[in-house]
C-alpha cells in the first residue's frame, strides 16, 4: 500500500497494541456504537473483522449476525457485502470474509462500520491507501445517506487534521473507545 508518514506510524503504535488492550478498546467502542440512534435504528449493518490492532467490532456484533454484512474484495478494487451463511475463510491482506452468503449492494445498508489507519475532526479518513471503500462508497460523494459511515478507532488514531482528496469519501461519525465525534463541517459551510 502507499506510504505516508502518519500512515506509517499509525500502524506502528497499532501494530504495538497487546491483544488485551486491543480487546478492552474494541468492548469500550463498541459499547458506544451500540448506544447510537442510528446504529439502533439499523436494519442492515456492515462491519469488518478487526486485524493487527485495529478496533474489532465483530465480537459485539456476533448476536446480531445474520442481520451483520462483512467486506469481500472484488477484482477492480471494490467491496461486495455479504451476510455470510457459514464460517468465514481468509481473505486478502490477512482478512477474513465469507465464503457465501446474502449480497447486500452498498446502497442498501443502513450503517457501515469502516476501519481506519486515522481519522481528523471533519471526518476525513486514511486507509491503508487501498481506496476500497472510497471506491465503493464513492456514491456518497453526490447523495446523502443512507448508508451513515461510522469510522471506529483507537483516541491516538484522531488526528487534527487530514489532507483531504476529492475523491474521499468522508466519515459521517467517528467513535474511538474515548468519545463520539461528530465531523465539523469545514470552513464556509453550515
Not at 13 to 41: G, I, P, Y
Not at 67 to 85: H, K, N, R, T, W
Not at 133 to 160: N, W
Request: net charge negative; charged share 25%; proline share 11%.
Amino acid at each position: 500500500m502507499k506510504s505516508d508518514p502518519v500512515r506509517d506510524e499509525m500502524i506502528r503504535q497499532r501494530a504495538a497494541l497487546t491483544d488485551d488492550h486491543v480487546q478492552r478498546a474494541s468492548e469500550k467502542t463498541m459499547a458506544r456504537v451500540m448506544e447510537l440512534d442510528e446504529f439502533q435504528a439499523a436494519g442492515k449493518v456492515a462491519a469488518y473483522v478487526g486485524i493487527r490492532g485495529e478496533i474489532n467490532p465483530w465480537p459485539a456484533l456476533l448476536e446480531r449476525d445474520p442481520y451483520v454484512a462483512l467486506p469481500v474484495i472484488q477484482p477492480g478494487g471494490y467491496l461486495e457485502f455479504v451476510m455470510s451463511d457459514g464460517a468465514l475463510q481468509p481473505g486478502p491482506f490477512g482478512t477474513r470474509q465469507p465464503a457465501s452468503g446474502e449480497r447486500v449492494p452498498p446502497e442498501r445498508l443502513d450503517v457501515v462500520l469502516v476501519p481506519l489507519v486515522a481519522a481528523d475532526h471533519r471526518g476525513n479518513r486514511m486507509g491503508h491507501g487501498a481506496g476500497y471503500y472510497d471506491r465503493t462508497f464513492a456514491f456518497r460523494l453526490s447523495q446523502p445517506t443512507p448508508p451513515v459511515l461510522i469510522g471506529i478507532a483507537h483516541s491516538f488514531q484522531v488526528v487534527p487534521l487530514l489532507e483531504a482528496r476529492v475523491w474521499d469519501v468522508p466519515l459521517d461519525i467517528l467513535v474511538t473507545e474515548k468519545g463520539i465525534l461528530r465531523p465539523e463541517p469545514p470552513i464556509g459551510e453550515d
